[in-house]
């Protein structure tokens, strides 16, 4: 059974920083594209940061300069450091494992990220 477990969220006052992980069990981590989503009170979920099995990422407009995604395939891991952090970054961010080999993908329950102003 896969698991995917959040950790990290937390209340940051505006410039701070804050370090997201992410952990994958049950399945082989290396053969997941691996994201970060982020949803706000009364709005869609959005991609935040994505980073492939073989390393490329690509982030959101709002985010790039900002966070940065990173995995350890031998812990794995997905991080997302995110620094400079504004009140809009408020929000419950998931993290998602996607297969390279197919359509599966699987969410983490989410953690909470409130920047205060």
């Known amino acids: 059974q896969v698991q995917v477990v959040e950790s990290g969220g937390n209340l940051v006052q505006a410039g701070g920083s804050l370090r997201l992980s992410c952990v994958v069990s049950?399945?082989?981590?290396?053969?997941?594209?691996m994201s970060w989503y982020r949803q706000a009170p009364g709005k869609q979920r959005e991609l935040v940061a994505k980073i492939t099995t073989g390393a490329n990422t690509n982030y959101a407009d709002s985010v790039k300069g900002r966070f940065t995604i990173s995995r350890d395939n031998a812990k794995n891991t997905v991080h997302l450091q995110m620094n400079t952090l504004k009140p809009e970054d408020t929000a419950v961010y998931y993290c998602?494992?996607?297969?390279?080999?197919?359509?599966?993908?699987?969410w983490g329950q989410g953690t909470q990220v409130t920047v205060s102003s």
């Open positions: 049950g399945t082989i981590f290396k053969f997941y594209h």
């Open positions: 998602n494992a996607q297969s390279q080999y197919s359509t599966s993908d699987f």
